[in-house]
């Protein structure tokens, strides 16, 4: 927000709201003042039962925090919060929330207590220009993003907001919308983009869920094309993954748990280069793979 801009702001609030609005732009300011760049990350979540679980998978969320700083606050995009229009949560203690079914109570237990950001809600907000981005105090945490990011914080002591994916527009929308979000990486902020890259659960053989690297051969080459596309910085392909063929069309038969992928390579910058982990099909028809993107 321009000088200009912030005066008018002011002038047409209530001298008590404007005295609030000017507390929490100072507080931004503060608080996400200029750091190195972050890295950013796109975990592949599964099967939410992996909360509960010691697993490859988990430990490879492990290993990847050991090698990245630590974060002021993390700003989390999940597959699990759809909308019309885009929000970010504002709440200061977001709660967990369960957002499946059929699955033992322990994992109903879990909670993941990290504080929420107001202030990161009102930075990420004041970054995009394109769009409204309206602030939300109704959602929290969903399993997309807390049964990921507990392996890495596992204190729960990193403040944390969800940015949800707006249903109605295309991929190439969201791509040119995380570039927007690309300040928060200098200012202390780890971006998460949290889904899978196969997801399909409607073919999925759960009779081989412990069977690993079980795969269908369809899923096996888009496995493998995007895998090579991502290490190519082919993002225009990936952004048109709906002209790839058939292998994609059975990969990403909904957008919602691809799209976060997108987000996170619009972040890419050209000294840096992606690097797969997770890479695991599971079930047949879903992957578990990862991607970090750091200076090369």
């Known amino acids: ?11 047409i609030l209530p001298i008590g709201a404007a005295a609030m609005k000017l507390s929490s732009l100072k507080t931004a300011v503060d608080t996400f003042g200029p750091t190195e760049r972050m890295p950013v990350l796109f975990l592949g979540h599964g099967n939410p039962m992996n909360a509960l679980a010691d697993n490859n998978f988990t430990q490879g969320f492990q290993q990847v925090a050991k090698t990245l700083p630590k974060p002021r606050a993390i700003l989390c995009i999940s597959a699990h919060w759809e909308t019309k229009g885009t929000f970010v949560t504002a709440m200061q203690k977001p709660p967990t929330i369960h957002d499946f079914g059929g699955f033992p109570q322990a994992l109903f237990d879990v ?31 969903d399993h997309g993003c807390w049964t990921v ?23 190439s929308y969201h791509y040119e919308l995380g570039k927007e979000l690309a300040a928060l990486r200098r ?13 399909n659960l ?19 080459i888009a496995n493998e094309k995007m895998k090579s596309m991502i290490l190519d910085n082919d993002h225009k392909s990936l952004i048109q993954f709906d002209k790839q063929g058939r292998e994609f069309e059975l990969a990403v038969p909904t957008p919602e748990h691809y799209l976060p992928l997108l987000y996170i390579l619009s972040l890419q910058e050209k000294d840096e280069k992606a690097t797969v982990f997770n890479d695991e099909l599971v079930a047949g028809s879903l992957n578990m793979m990862s991607v970090k993107i750091d200076k090369a």
């Open 111 to 141: 909670q993941y207590p990290a504080p929420g950001s107001p202030e990161l809600a009102l930075e990420t907000q004041k970054l995009i220009t394109s769009t409204s981005v309206g602030l939300d105090n109704s959602w929290g945490l």
């Open 202 to 220: 409607r073919l999925a053989a759960w009779d081989k869920m412990m069977v690993p690297g079980y795969a269908f051969e369809w899923a096996h």
């Open 187 to 199: 200012k202390g902020v780890l971006i998460v983009g949290s889904g899978n890259t196969i997801h």
């Open 149 to 171: 990011v507990k392996f890495l914080y596992p204190n729960a002591d990193i403040p944390i907001i969800e940015m949800s994916i707006d249903y109605t527009q295309p991929a």
């Open 1 to 11: 927000m321009n000088r200009k801009d912030f005066l008018k702001t002011m002038a």
